[in-house]
């Protein structure tokens, strides 16, 4: 076969992600935090671009990317409002909760005190205490949090009058990770510092006698029974009990109460003791902090019954481009490569405010589908959630599957229920019995820990008896699926929970 050269004329159809549709795409799967961080970004990165601070008294002519598509949003069949995107993108035009004749301002003040006269008590600041700078921050008179090394140095230097004393509990606390146990080998230590074994061990006695109590441990057993020391509770029973703790794990009371030579009802107090001791006494002081989760959507009930579904104002970033110093600069432009630069910042700026509407209005649209798809969930309860995929919803407001997804990830919805992500509503579904609907899963599994809690020691639920009675329901559901359900909740097996309940007589 002879090679030769050819032109051939061909078409094909292909889709190319310009980088407006992936900023686009990244903006509707970042959650609340990280939209605002990616808006300063921007905000550092663009001249154009500046923030809405709810002031509307200012002249200038700064206008939104209004060209966007406003989308009314309706959950009739819940009874919810009819919302726009755009009534969710608005401000308001000053701070909220003003009253404006109680505004304190600074113009006319020598002549109000001249009016006033000498007796007149000098007018409020707002700037409290006396402080009269402007850049004063009421966060920096907040009293730090002392960390747990700190707590246990002062108390240290109290407790050890010898200079040597001081240096070894020094090490030894440099030693104890942020539970409050103690991860280190004495012999080490005492080989570290050049000093006797029996030494390290005085101060590390004296150490585990300070605050909190079960500090300095080296291991569970010995935090316990440092902190039941601390209440005069260690006795030879309670002993026994601690250096046996996994079979305490594994329910076997049975054994305990031959190992501890006590009956039952003792062997029940000594447990409740030991569960109320503090397993990790370090955390009190070193534990994180909890990050408050903010709602993207709010959700209200209607006075004639149904809810409303609106946008977190308050999470919404909003921008404007500022069009008084694009036309000043543009005017200004004399080389190509300052003219293509503010007509690049002009376009991402107009993109950025289009992207953020168009993020708002596509999480009101799955918002609203959802609390209407789940209306019953919000009525009555956790029983009644709804089986419900991705594609449900995205066939009911006619986007892809895909968008839903990225929506739903990282959004929460505060409800009258509680706080909930967007992804808590999704959930597989469980056949019904006898021809009956379908159950989501996350209902059975409520179902199942229902049934659980009633439990008494004689009338212990099996996983084949727990089946039986969710056929009676009309939840057809297999006895592993049961095991799973139980298991990922953490819940014993019946046995378990038989021992358990049966120590409690």
Not at 266 to 274: Q, R, S, T
Not at 450 to 467: F, K, Q
Request: proline fraction near 5%; charge should be negative; include cysteine.
């Amino acid at each position: 076969m002879a090679l030769t050269q050819r032109l051939d004329l061909r078409q094909s159809q292909t889709l190319v992600m310009t980088p407006q549709l992936q900023q686009a795409i990244k903006l509707l799967q970042l959650s609340n935090l990280e939209l605002s961080d990616y808006v300063d970004q921007e905000l550092e990165r663009n001249p154009l671009l500046e923030r809405d601070d709810g002031d509307s008294h200012d002249p200038d002519p700064r206008e939104t990317y209004e060209d966007a598509p406003e989308t009314e949003l309706s959950t009739d069949r819940v009874g919810a409002d009819r919302l726009t995107g755009s009534d969710t993108m608005a401000g308001s035009d000053g701070p909220l909760d003003t009253d404006y004749e109680n505004v304190w301002t600074s113009a006319g003040t020598a002549d109000a005190a001249a009016e006033a006269g000498p007796d007149a008590g000098v007018p409020w600041t707002g700037k409290g205490g006396g402080f009269d700078d402007g850049d004063y921050d009421f966060q920096q008179t907040l009293s730090e949090r002392p960390n747990l090394r700190d707590h246990l140095l002062a108390q240290a230097r109290e407790e050890l009058p010898a200079p040597a004393d001081r240096l070894i509990a020094a090490h030894l606390i440099d030693l104890i990770d942020e539970t409050g146990y103690l991860r280190a080998e004495l012999d080490a230590v005492a080989e570290q510092l050049g000093c006797s074994f029996g030494k390290v061990e005085t101060v590390l006695a004296a150490l585990q006698k300070l605050d909190p109590p079960g500090v300095a441990a080296r291991s569970l057993p010995e935090c316990l029974a440092l902190q039941l020391a601390e209440k005069n509770r260690l006795d030879p029973a309670m002993a026994a009990l601690l250096d046996n703790l996994d079979m305490l794990a594994a329910r076997d009371y049975a054994a305990l109460i031959r190992l501890c030579g006590v009956d039952r009802e003792d062997l029940a107090d000594m447990i409740a003791e030991i569960r109320a001791l503090d397993p990790k006494p370090g955390q009190a002081f070193d534990g994180e902090v909890a990050q408050i989760v903010t709602p993207d959507i709010l959700m209200r009930p209607k006075a004639d019954g149904g809810w409303v579904v609106e946008l977190n104002a308050d999470n919404l970033p909003r921008v404007l481009i500022n069009q008084r110093y694009y036309s000043e600069i543009a005017a200004g432009a004399r080389t190509k490569a300052d003219k293509d630069y503010l007509t690049d910042c002009f376009a991402s700026a107009n993109w950025l405010v289009k992207s953020l509407h168009q993020r708002a209005t596509t999480i009101l649209k799955v918002a609203t589908e959802i609390v209407s798809q789940q209306g019953l969930f919000f009525a009555r309860g956790v029983q009644y959630l709804k089986p419900l995929i991705l594609r449900d919803i995205a066939d009911a407001i006619g986007m892809h599957e895909s968008t839903v997804s990225r929506v739903t990830t990282n959004k929460f919805i505060a409800t009258p229920r509680g706080l909930f992500e967007l992804k808590y509503f999704f959930t597989s579904s469980i056949q019904g019995a006898n021809g009956a609907d379908a159950h989501s899963a996350e209902a059975v599994r409520f179902r199942i820990k229902s049934l659980i809690d009633a439990e008494t020691a004689g009338t212990v639920l099996s996983d084949d008896r727990i089946v039986e009675l969710l056929h009676g329901d009309g939840i057809d559901i297999a006895r592993r699926t049961v095991a799973k359900y139980r298991e990922g909740m953490k819940i014993p097996s019946s046995v378990q929970r038989r021992r358990e309940k049966g120590i409690r007589l």
